[in-house]
DNA sequence: GCCAGTATGGCAACCGGTTGCCATCGGTTT
DNA sequence: AAACCGATGGCAACCGGTTGCCATACTGGC
């Protein structure tokens, strides 16, 4: 019984529905969605026709007029990054409260999937939600002329968003390897076109010199675990003692990548990653990570995007330490 | 710069380019969508004139009589589980793929609620995607009457769907435990909503019987790490060698909570898990368990809804044998 | 130069709701 | 009894596209 071709069966109108309560379709649709607009006795009456008959309005047909579809797009450089699974979660999970749904867009860190997907979705959704969008601003802009949008980690102007306080992080990470005796420390860096890249790049660049350690970088690396053989490589010819990852999903594939070669984490090597993904609790050794409120994030947009939360949050994030750092050697 | 109250600023229409290009706007619309209707010069300019006032049609409008939104809603019981996150991806790139987007659905493995979304979405959506779904057939049946839709991992009568090879999948299992010595086994169950967990509970019986194993079987246990605990306390009360469960979720909560014990994995007790998640294979120690392709899953499940794919193909399922899993005791 | 046939473009209806405005009705007030 | 008022219901337009059908213009054949 599928219907994949042809129309769809004809569903039950408000049409129908009027004729069978006899009343005039205003009357049936004022019954039905601005009851004080009707007496009482009409209002009950053609509610129970309309139950009787299964009567559900056409959403579509709703939408038509008000331009309100109550569908938003959330659009991810990466379906696969657990990181990102739990900001869709959160995301979900807010929208489905307010009577939203979500439309899932993949830019596979493409700008211009990502662009193709605004513009494909702009007349269907009544907003965006943008996680660390990777287009350029201007064509950003261009784009959302006509649709409200929140961003995650990344600050646009014109845009409310929420970011993860992320020289709060970088702060802690330094800290703690300095702490721990760390001279010299390694960025693994993430994709080029994420700000929040950007961000740690010259977040953990300052506070490497407040605490007079030896800073190096290497990267650009996509944000993947596969990532982890290259990046590890080109860390460890920096002469760090200390790692730093983008995030998880590198510093795992890091984590596995020393493993194979027999390089001892902590002892030869600290590893940190960021996010705090699933796994990154019980991977070998368990990592040293930052954690990043996804869930939380994830309700922050569509808040935001529907207009019922104070702009620019910035969320809390904080060091976990865990087996992959320790003194250096 | 957010338009969260109010209308939005009107955008360009049809119209606006008809009268611009100084025609019909049934000749705009057909120059647009239905080219070999007009003349290659009228197509042309119209096209030209489109470009110019950046139009882009209404989706909205155009779904309106043709009832077809390109949109299709999947329907999962818990998005949580990065085994429903590879089949998210796989759904969304092909859809994506074919010009579709997907309408996300969280279920939180609740009938009423799954129920729910399909009757709030069914006037927005052209079919639906239903992974696992828990609701009773029947009322599923009268919800999807007039919508195609394609089924993960549960027959349902008249719909096409895609399931894992289970019986082949438990026969591995299995034929390796058996080979390795153990002689009385438990199968660790997951959600009684499930149908995969009948499907396997009745699987592993049946071969336990063939190759003369005791079976036992605990449970349900939701889907989730935190049924580690219990559902390890449970099946070790059994007295079994080899504990299977339900997903690697329960598989990795277990082996934590063994490993808080102090009981070692897989000398005392052998663990297998099933899915292949993410984690999976650096988890301590690395899980054998049953590969699942999510992946291929969601990307059969669009094909199956948008009617070109052959119905009711069983994917393949094998076993993978790592760390956890080895000679009885 | 006339006619048939085809290519092209336009009118208007339709998809299924919502809503501004007007008509009517019943009940009060004077 | 006339005038007035609020409550209620209906007509028709509108949202922005697509499409069936008809009119016209243009083509080639004789």
């Known amino acids: 019984m599928d219907h994949t071709d042809g129309p ?12 069978e309560a006899g009343v005039a379709t205003s009357t049936a649709s004022r019954a039905l969605s601005n009851p004080g607009r009707v007496s009482e006795r009409t209002r009950a009456h053609v509610v129970a026709v309309a139950e009787r008959l299964g009567y559900v309005p056409n959403r579509i047909a709703q939408a038509l007029p008000s331009g309100r579809t109550g569908l938003f797009a959330l659009v991810i450089p990466d379906i696969t990054n657990p990181h990102h699974v739990g900001l869709i979660r959160g995301a979900e999970a807010q929208a489905a409260a307010a009577g939203h749904s979500l439309v899932l867009a993949d830019s596979q860190e493409d700008a211009a999937v990502e662009l193709a997907h605004l513009r494909r979705l702009a007349s269907f959704v009544d907003g965006f939600l943008l996680v660390s969008p ?29 970011v993860t306080d992320i020289d709060a992080a970088s ?11 760390h001279r010299r420390i390694a960025y693994l860096r ?55 990852a983008f995030n998880d999903l590198i510093a795992i594939g890091v984590l596995q990548h020393l493993e194979r070669l027999g390089i001892d984490v902590p002892g030869r090597v ?55 750092t320790g003194p250096a050697r």
Not at 135 to 148: F, K, Q, V
Not at 171 to 181: K, M, P
Not at 206 to 232: I, K, M, N, Q, R
């Open 134 to 162: 990777r287009a350029p601003a201007d064509e950003l802009a261009a784009l959302l002329h006509r649709h409200p949008a929140a961003v995650f980690n990344r600050p646009l102007a014109g845009l409310p968003g929420v």
């Open 190 to 244: 993430g994709p080029d076109t994420s700000w929040a890249d950007g961000e740690r790049h010259r977040t953990l660049a300052a506070h490497a010199a407040e605490h007079g350690l030896e800073f190096a970088a290497t990267g650009h690396h996509p944000a993947v675990l596969d990532s982890g053989a290259p990046a590890a490589e080109a860390g460890l010819a920096t002469g760090a003692t200390a790692l730093i």
């Open 270 to 324: 600290a590893v940190v990653g960021a996010d705090d993904v699933f796994g990154a609790s019980f991977c070998h050794p368990p990592l040293t990570t930052v954690t990043s409120p996804a869930e939380l994030a994830g309700r922050a947009l569509v808040d935001l995007v529907t207009g019922t939360a104070p702009d620019d949050p910035v969320l809390p994030s904080e060091l976990v330490v865990r087996g992959s």
């Open 8 to 19: 769809r069966p004809r569903a039950v109108t408000i049409y129908d529905v009027a004729r």
């Open 171 to 181: 702060a802690q990470v330094v800290r703690h390897l300095a702490e721990r005796g």
